[in-house]
């Protein structure tokens, strides 16, 4: 395996669309309370899992951002790969960064022993790197990732087709990522008109997307 660099990304770009997928995500389990279980953050954790077998999360650390993937569809689960192999080129503070945060979400029951199994992964901060070339690291679970990687403009008319979004849903998508992006380590408050447009749906889908907001320490009170 080779290292090769991911073109085109940074971890700050990075860390931006998963932001924006998430904010789509909280609007749209509003109408789709089913989905709620699709993205998530945990601290400084993303995970995102698609009911078709493939799940990953990406770590943002302050310097530096770790992602791996598994996709039980890929002929690699059958290999028994050790993860190791998928950072063998990683500086150690990776490796490390890996194992004690990244990685925990992808532990399975291994021989009786709980062993994360994966099938890609990556690293970065200016460039991110991974020991697979981009058509690979696709095919084994990173296309869960492939609006994250997006221009925002091309991300926020993607996920308006995904989820069906109205013109008022797509302006609170955009209106709030905005807010967030300015305020990143501040609490955001959803508007009077953004709470009523999560709020018509549901009850159920209001809870679930006031949680999913939550997360991202966007409150609705």
């Not at 059958?78 to 925990?104: G, H, M, R, W």
């Not at 990556?122 to 994250?148: Q, R, T």
Request: aromatic share 10%; with cysteine.
């Amino acid at each position: 395996m080779n290292e090769i660099i991911i073109e085109e990304c940074t971890k700050e770009k990075l860390e931006k669309g998963c932001i924006l997928s998430s904010i789509a995500h909280a609007i749209a389990v509003a109408k789709y309370p089913e989905i709620s279980y699709e993205y998530s953050w945990d601290g400084m954790n993303y995970n995102i899992q698609n009911g078709e077998g493939t799940r990953g999360t990406i770590t943002f650390a302050k310097d530096k951002c770790v992602a791996a993937f598994r996709n039980e569809n890929s002929e690699r689960m059958d290999e028994n790969i050790s993860y190791l192999e998928y950072f063998e080129s990683a500086p150690t503070n990776v490796l490390k960064l890996a194992e004690s945060e990244t990685l925990q979400y992808l532990l399975e029951n291994v021989n009786g022993n709980p062993q994360p199994v994966i099938t890609t992964a990556f690293w970065g901060d200016k460039v991110i790197k991974s020991v697979d070339k981009v058509d690979i690291f696709l095919e084994n679970g990173g296309d869960i990732i492939s609006a994250e990687f997006m221009e925002m403009k091309k991300a926020i008319e993607w996920w308006k087709l995904e989820y069906d979004f109205s013109e008022e849903e797509q302006k609170m998508l955009l209106d709030v990522y905005e807010r967030k992006i300015s305020n990143h380590e501040k609490t955001i408050h959803l508007t009077k008109d953004e709470i009523n447009l999560i709020k018509k749906y549901s009850d159920e889908g209001y809870k679930e997307s006031c949680a999913s907001f939550q997360e991202l320490n966007i409150r609705a009170e």
